[in-house]
């Protein structure tokens, strides 16, 4: 069991899905996001905090065992607020760690690292980056200060590449990159308890059927996914109707991201 597990994100949807079953997980759960922290429980130590204020970043990470950072914007926005929190942010977050005896960190990287890959390729945890927005590169960087942190300092972290975390798959392209919550907090158990982890890439996703991703590389962290994205194929083909083979939600493996425009600062987002 982990000490204290700090928490980043922990207003946002993911955040608040996950928080309950993780305190089963840790003593104290040190909940953080520059929102508002919704149905905490008396004993959550809970702080509000901007990631891009290096001295509250500082002061959040301060006796945590362990870092679950799920912080940051995860959609594609004009850049400003993709390099505050996700860029900035990520760096005063290694820094605090490295202050503070290196926590050990899973950091929520997302499949848009590679989103312009055809859904046709099964890929590595090496192939090369090709993202598909200002948002998928904001998490290239932070693949990229995590390996920097543990090559110069050893610090440990769990490169986890998210698909689709919802509580079911939702369309036709979350049949393969579907990722259970129950998957989740088993691999998040297996990233802060195997003995040793170094700075892995893991796919996150489920054992879906229709897969891009082979996590054949991560034996050794003992973590198997049990759900599949195929038990929901019926119900979506039923409900769901099939977009055309050329469209990016079935085209790219960064589905819809691949389309999107550069944002620029008051433009409406699609």
Known sequence: MVKR???????GTLGRALTPQLREFAE???????????????????VQCDLGDAAAVDALVKDCDAILHLGGISVETPFAPILQANIIGLY???EA????????????SSNHTIGFYPQTERLTADVPFRPDGLYGVSKVFGEAIARMYFEKFGQETALVRIGSCTAEPENHRMLASWFSRGDFLSLIR??????SLGCPVIWGASANDASWWDNSHL???GWTPKDNAEAYRDRIDASTPRPP???PLMKYQGGVFTQFPIYKEGEPRA
């Open 5 to 11: 597990l700090l928490i980043t994100g922990a207003a």
């Open 28 to 46: 104290i759960l040190r909940l953080s996001d520059i929102a508002p922290v919704p149905e905490t429980l008396p004993g959550d130590e809970v």
């Open 92 to 94: 005063n977050l290694y």
């Open 97 to 108: 760690a490295r202050a503070h005896g290196q926590p050990r960190i899973l950091f929520a």
């Open 190 to 195: 297996a990233v802060f308890t195997v003995p």
């Open 219 to 221: 034996d050794w962290l």
């Open 245 to 247: 083979a050329d469209a």
